[in-house]
């Protein structure tokens, strides 16, 4: 068992949160002790492990970099001792790209990528998989603005509920979806004369867009046309194939949608069925999109579902190569709360570090490149969820969202709105994640996002 002493309960709780993050594995079984404790600017952290004792005197300033300080030296302590997640040093937030952005800004590339090995105990493969991705998204940054702004939408319904999922979603009921649409629409009609020029990006999200049906889908499309205006770039999930129907695929390309996705998850049926999962026709689906000539179709893979192993996996990551979609976005099991796995607590206790590691040269030598990365919670170790995109097949919409950086307006059950004041920082807002708190209170959702746009120049 890991245990901590330390006085200070914040501080207890946030290197508590680092240790599970970074030992999941070993934290029920291993014996390890950290006492912690502060004297007049001086900290006595002492570590206590199989017998052995080491006390460290650490002067400090502030709280924050001391926290830094005892991070590296656990890690430093227990490399080959222990065996704990190595991928991306001390860091463990969701978004390390933009810890990479604020160090290269006042820094050179190789000053940059020394920082990142000294001072955060990033590995080189890290640290060059960020590199990468920084100057692959860089153009998309540099032409970002304080005006700019993309919409999300959000749509809460799929066929059945897949059990790794924790996303807010909810199984299909004919009734709920037109309630849940009149909402919607409403809300985004509200709004729609807060900005004075057309979003650089749409993305209707989920759950399963495609799921409502197509008139359905056609119906919010209009609105968000005629309340916005149209947008460089349109994405509609679709992901299931499920829910796919030529009249679908027909009238979102009507309608100028240029990105869809169809996500195979795993290519392994089996799998797939055990997960309450239907990839029905995945093939036959996967070519009426391609007849239908949509700018971008993207395939989103899960590496360490049950049942997998390296090599089904490989086998997933090559099929899907194959197929040539021109977006891969490999993520990694992330178990979370309100998932059927979780309930069931099913243990990730598998290192994928080599098959990510596979899949990363793989992708490059077929010419898929990375550029964007996030990392979540309870993932598999060495897990991270890297987007690949052909040459000019970027989703803009992901790296505008992921990497902060302009606006995001969010309509639809539990999305969240971005709004950027002029000094750069960010206010959100967050619809109620309940249906009925939703539609009840959906002129106080209308109100608060207003007021938010409405401060922006202040
Ligand atoms: C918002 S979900 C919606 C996609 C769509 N409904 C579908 O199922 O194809 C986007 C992607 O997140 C990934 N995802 C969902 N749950 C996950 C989990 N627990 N761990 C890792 N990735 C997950 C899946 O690859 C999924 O395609
Ligand atoms: S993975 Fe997609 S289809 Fe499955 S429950 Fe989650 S949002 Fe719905």
């Known amino acids: 068992m890991i245990s901590i002493n330390c006085q200070d309960k914040k501080f207890k709780k946030l ?40 006390i460290y005197k650490l002067k400090y300033a502030e709280k924050h970099s001391l926290l830094k300080v005892i991070k590296k030296i656990i890690l430093i302590y227990f490399d080959g001792i222990v065996n704990y997640d190595k991928s991306f040093g001390i860091l463990t937030g969701v978004r390390p790209l933009k810890l990479y952005r604020k160090i290269r800004k006042d820094n050179n590339l190789e000053a940059c990528q020394r920082i990142l090995k000294e001072d955060y105990l990033l590995r ?29 939408i959000h749509i809460p319904f799929c066929p059945s509920r897949c059990s790794y999922c924790s996303f807010d979603a909810m199984v299909i009921d004919e ?38 049906g197509w008139k359905r889908l056609e119906k919010i499309i209009d609105e968000v046309y005629k309340d916005y205006g149209f947008a460089d770039e349109f994405t509609v ?82 099929k899907v190569n194959d197929l040539e979609p021109d977006n891969i976005t490999i993520h990694t099991l992330s178990l979370k709360k309100g998932s059927r796995l979780y309930d069931e607590n099913f243990i990730n206790d598998k290192d994928y570090w080599d098959v990510m590691e596979f899949s990363k040269k793989f992708m490059e030598e077929n010419n898929y490149f990375p550029y964007y990365l996030y990392r979540q919670k309870r993932m598999a170790l060495s897990g991270e969820n890297i987007g690949y ?19 995001i307006l969010g309509f639809g059950i539990s999305s969240s709105s971005k709004i950027m004041d002029k000094n750069h920082n960010f206010k959100r807002t967050f619809n109620y994640k309940s ?3 939703y539609i009840n209170r959906i002129n106080d959702i209308i109100l608060m996002k207003s007021s938010l746009i409405e401060k922006k120049d202040e």
């Open 124 to 152: 080189q493969a890290d640290i060059n998989i960020l590199s990468e991705i920084y100057d692959n998204q860089k153009e998309i940054v540099d032409n970002s603005s304080i005006d700019g702004y993309s919409i999300y």
């Open 15 to 54: 290197l508590n949160d680092f240790l599970i993050f970074k030992f999941p594995q070993n934290f029920e079984i291993e014996e390890i002790f950290f006492d912690i404790e502060f004297i007049n600017q001086i900290c006595i952290f002492t570590i206590k492990y199989s017998n052995q004792e080491k």
């Open 175 to 212: 009734e709920i979806i037109d309630i849940y649409i009149e909402a919607l629409l409403k809300e985004l009609s509200s709004l729609k004369n807060y900005y004075n020029k057309k979003p650089k990006t749409i993305y209707i999200g989920g759950g399963t867009p495609s799921s409502i």
């Open 435 to 437: 249906l009925n708190d």
């Open 237 to 318: 999930e679709c992901g299931r194939t499920d829910t796919f129907s030529s009249d679908l695929l027909r009238m979102l390309k009507e309608k100028g949608v240029d990105r869809i996705s169809i996500n195979p998850q795993s290519f392994n049926k089996e799998i797939i069925r055990n997960l309450n999962r239907d990839n029905t026709n995945f093939d036959f689906w996967y070519e009426e999109a391609r007849n239908h000539n949509f700018k971008s179709i993207n395939m989103d893979l899960i590496v360490g579902l049950p049942g997998e192993n390296r090599d089904s996996i490989i086998n997933s990551i090559k």
């Open 389 to 407: 995109a052909k040459q000019g097949h970027i989703c803009k919409y992901n790296v505008i969202s992921m990497e902060e950086i302009e606006d």
